[in-house]
């Protein structure tokens, strides 16, 4: 069968001119479909990456840390995640949850900050990394 199409397609320039062109076509489609879901991730992933960074970057200060990602945040990215990962990705986002407490207290000049309740920075560190390890960019 296949011996039989290649044949028809040596036979006739035109029809080889098809097939190549719909083959051309499959694989840009297939590879337009790739950079659309690779630029979907990106765009899902870098709002909460950089959060990740500046949070990860102000734990060893022990003082300002921005403001915690909301819990839909992080559910509405769980889209892009893969189904084998999913779980340990909600494990990883519960335990953040968890160690990240947050309180506003005024400093000396009377300026707002935040300040960790609990003083687990190790957790909440290692929370953090355990985050950003599935916002890495395509």
Do not use: W
């Not at 397609?9 to 719909?22: D, E």
């Amino acid at each position: 069968m296949i011996e039989d199409l290649l044949n028809i397609i040596k036979a006739n320039p035109i029809s080889y001119g098809a097939v190549s062109f719909l083959t051309g076509l499959l694989i840009g489609n297939r590879l337009a479909i790739g950079r659309d879901k690779r630029k979907e991730f990106n765009e899902a992933a870098c709002p909460i990456r950089e959060v990740l960074l500046q949070q990860l970057h102000g734990l060893p200060r022990r003082r300002y840390i921005p403001d915690a990602i909301s819990n839909n945040d992080f559910i509405s990215f769980s889209i892009f995640i893969g189904t084998l990962s999913k779980n340990r990705y909600f494990k990883d986002v519960e335990k953040y949850l968890n160690c990240f407490e947050l309180s506003q207290c005024p400093d000396a000049y009377g300026h707002r900050f935040n300040e960790l309740r609990n003083s687990d920075f190790v957790a909440l560190e290692k929370a953090t990394k355990s985050l950003l390890k599935y916002c890495k960019l395509k």
